[in-house]
């Protein structure tokens, strides 16, 4: 497996069309929330949409997009949103980086290598202490985030659901 990420493209999309249908029949809620936000079947909206840094909603922070592609099989196997900097609401349970792998990726370390991809574009944005959550149920976010160097550093509890922060340091 040889993983980049990359910006979606046209090119990619016979990639993101096979990714997303997957994952819409399987599960309505998945991570990251920025592929979920337009409807992937309009393509040239969702092209503008995803792609899009600054944000139309003042509550918003900056964001980019990154597709996880699998170079050698030619397929996506996740995404990541990466926020530039954190509001009061991503500080407490949203982070800087949001991902997640599609269902048939999942298990066979994608999102260990995906978050170590994600951390190289946080250090190009000079981002140098990264927080990622998740939630305490979900074991293997968690283990992803501890082989990419996090550290636990609290609980928090919203809408009835536990989060787990940690903090990575990229210096």
Request: with cysteine; charged share 30%; glycine share 8%.
């Amino acid at each position: 497996m040889r993983l980049k990420l990359v910006r979606l493209e046209e090119k990619y999309r016979r990639q993101l069309t096979d990714m997303m249908d997957e994952w819409t029949v399987l599960e309505s809620r998945f991570s990251p929330g920025a592929i979920r936000q337009h409807d992937y079947r309009d393509f040239e909206n969702y092209l503008t949409e995803v792609n899009r840094v600054e944000p139309k909603d003042p509550a918003h922070v900056p964001s980019t997009t990154f597709f996880c592609l699998d170079e050698e099989r030619d397929i996506f196997v996740g995404a990541v949103s990466i926020r530039h900097f954190l509001n009061d609401d991503l500080l407490l349970t949203g982070g800087h980086i949001g991902d997640g792998v599609r269902p048939s990726e999942r298990r066979k370390g994608v999102a260990t290598a995906m978050i170590g991809l994600a951390l190289d574009e946080c250090r190009r944005l000079g981002i140098e202490r990264v927080l990622m959550t998740c939630d305490k149920t979900n074991v293997g976010s968690a283990k992803s985030i501890m082989n990419n160097g996090g550290v636990l550093e609290n609980e928090v509890e919203r809408d009835g659901e536990t989060v787990l922060r940690y903090w990575i340091d990229l210096g």
